[in-house]
């Protein structure tokens, strides 16, 4: 089976359309239609059939696009394997990550890598946790930057994923001046954050409108809501942190940040407490037994930009 083709096919199944594939994929939507038709001709079943002005998968078509990203990650494992035989001196490595961390542990990762190994390149992409962790199952990325809350873990199977960091959760609230046991002396990002004294109640903002932000952020917000006994009043949705915080100190409602999109931008509108127990989970993930150079560099980095 042509690895193309099967690309093709994932394509497919994950745009649902011929079209949104080819859209994807930046091909010709009749070139897509060409692959799909030498595809099942390799295989010997049908793959697709008619629908309404469309065509859907067969169940061979569903079965085979589900092992097609399978396929494409292992080929692309066993190149990275092939490059691990290749010094640091050459190469690219890509990398995927969420906004807040591109802000704040990448630049120095890169930026040390750029130092010591020069000739080593490092593309950047930014991707919430579930695209980058399909980029990186279809190849199109080396390393991903993700997160996880509790009570939504993420789907690692077949991953090879390494904790960087316990990222606290602060509540963020209109008003300015030092929280309680804030040390000036220290840094003003996650210092003040963590400087929080006492349980925070989320009870008393049962009326409160909620600033919310992407949808796994704002399932992790419902769920801490409801088991403080109300459901949140959502009106607002913006994975922009630095928005969030505007609307925060503009009175028009509240919200939950993580640290690293405080330490990333802090506005001095705005009061935050920590959440005594309250964390998101901050993994480095990469695809394979092996790693490359670049990506074994990049993972240990992001280590150690967390630590």
Do not use: N
Not at 153 to 181: C, I, K, N, T, Y
């Amino acid at each position: 089976m042509d690895l193309t083709r099967l690309r093709v096919l994932a394509a497919v199944a994950r745009e649902g359309s011929v079209t949104g594939a080819a859209r994807a994929l930046h091909y010709a939507q009749p070139s897509v239609s060409h692959h799909l038709a030498r595809l099942e001709a390799e295989v010997g079943v049908p793959l697709t059939e008619r629908h309404g002005r469309g065509v859907r998968l067969t169940a061979a078509g569903r079965l085979l696009a589900a092992r097609a990203d399978e396929i494409l990650g292992r080929v692309g494992a066993a190149r990275e394997e092939l490059d691990a035989l290749v010094s640091l001196s050459a190469g690219r490595v890509r990398l995927a990550a969420f906004p807040s961390a591109l802000a704040t542990l990448v630049p120095d990762v890169v930026g040390r890598l750029a130092r010591e190994h020069p000739g080593l390149g490092v593309g950047l992409v930014e991707a919430e946790p579930p695209e980058a962790l399909d980029a990186l199952r279809r190849g199109a990325v080396d390393v991903a930057l993700v997160f996880e809350h509790d009570r939504s873990p993420l789907d690692v199977e077949g991953l090879r994923a390494v904790p960087v960091l316990a990222e606290e959760l602060f509540l963020v609230r209109a008003g300015s001046g030092p929280q309680p046991g804030t040390d000036p002396g220290r840094d003003s990002a996650t210092d003040e954050a963590a400087a929080s004294s006492g349980e925070v109640d989320l009870a008393p903002l049962a009326d409160a409108a909620w600033i919310a932000g992407c949808e796994r952020c704002r399932a992790d917000l419902v769920g801490r809501c409801e088991r403080a006994g109300f459901t949140p009043r959502v009106a607002f949705e913006t994975d922009d942190y630095v928005a969030v915080q505007a609307l925060v100190a503009s009175g028009v409602g509240v919200s939950l940040l993580p640290a690293l999109a405080l330490r990333a931008h802090r506005d001095p509108r705005v009061t935050v407490r920590a959440l005594p127990g309250a964390a998101r989970r901050v993994l480095v993930v990469t695809y394979g037994e092996r790693r490359s150079p670049g990506a074994a560099a990049v993972v240990e980095g992001l280590v150690r930009a967390a630590g």
